[in-house]
T-cell receptor, first 111, second 114 residues
Framework: LAKTTQPISMDSYEGQEVNITCSHNNIATNDYITWYQQFPSQGPRFIIQ???TKVTNEVASLFIPADRKSSTLSLPRVSLSDTAVYYCLVVRSDSWGKLQFGAGTQVVVTP | KAGVTQTPRYLIKTRGQQVTLSCSPI?????VSWYQQTPGQGLQFLFE???????NKGNFPGRFSGRQFSNSRSEMNVSTLELGDSALYLC?????????????FGPGTRLTVL
């Protein structure tokens, strides 16, 4: 299974764009890249998923270069409520119902 | 649509006891996965059930078991509790458990073992 490496923590101010880069050097051809967000004492919440190039939804963008060995989650114009832990996951095509979480990145947004 | 519900939300047990946690998935979801979250080990996958069958399993001892009912509701059981079993237990449901399915997590059950 592809191991992921992401920064332990990041600080930002309200209104700024936050970019979290995740390294997954051993990603396999059929693996997907998925990001979840977790607030304290709550279950994780799906943010975005992609396979290659760029994916955008109403809350974030995911950039994946051609070699797929890394990915960057971009959160535009963060607010205080975006303070959370963000997890980068590589999901195997045969991992039915299984998500493998790493340590995640603690993002702290201040006024 | 109602989200994933877990009961109870909080539980206190003593070493050696057993505990059963319950998870009701989102209506129409047939896959239920269970996770354990601790400060030291983070979020770890326990097992996944689909159509009343355990389809995937993490690296936990046999004291951790689960089952799924015909209505997709799931329970997990931990026998002979140890202090280290204190954790937040999360369940997540998805349509069929496909890797591209979004998993929707419940609020969790906070288990404290004394």
């Amino acid at each position: 299974l592809a191991k992921t490496t992401q920064p332990i923590s990041m600080d930002s101010y309200e209104g700024q764009e936050v970019n979290i880069t995740c390294s997954h050097n051993n990603i396999a051809t059929n693996d997907y890249i998925t990001w979840y967000q977790q607030f304290p004492s709550q279950g994780p919440r799906f943010i975005i998923q992609g396979y290659k190039t760029k994916v955008t939804n109403e809350v974030a963008s995911l950039f994946i270069p051609a070699d797929r060995k890394s990915s960057t989650l971009s959160l535009p114009r963060v607010s205080l409520s975006d303070t959370a832990v963000y997890y980068c996951l590589v999901v195997r095509s045969d991992s039915w119902g299984k998500l493998q979480f790493g340590a995640g990145t603690q993002v702290v947004v201040t006024p | 649509k109602a989200g994933v519900t877990q009961t109870p939300r909080y539980l206190i047990k003593t070493r050696g006891q057993q505990v059963t946690l319950s998870c009701s998935p989102i209506s129409g979801h047939r896959s239920v996965s269970w996770y354990q979250q601790t400060p030291g080990q983070g979020l770890q996958f326990l097992f996944e059930y689909f159509s009343e069958t355990q389809r995937n399993k993490g690296n936990f001892p046999g004291r951790f078991s689960g089952r799924q009912f015909s209505n997709s509701r799931s329970e997990m059981n931990v026998s002979t509790l140890e202090l280290g079993d204190s954790a937040l237990y999360l369940c997540a449901s998805s349509l069929v458990g496909d890797p591209t399915d979004t998993q929707y997590f419940g609020p969790g059950t906070r288990l404290t073992v004394l």
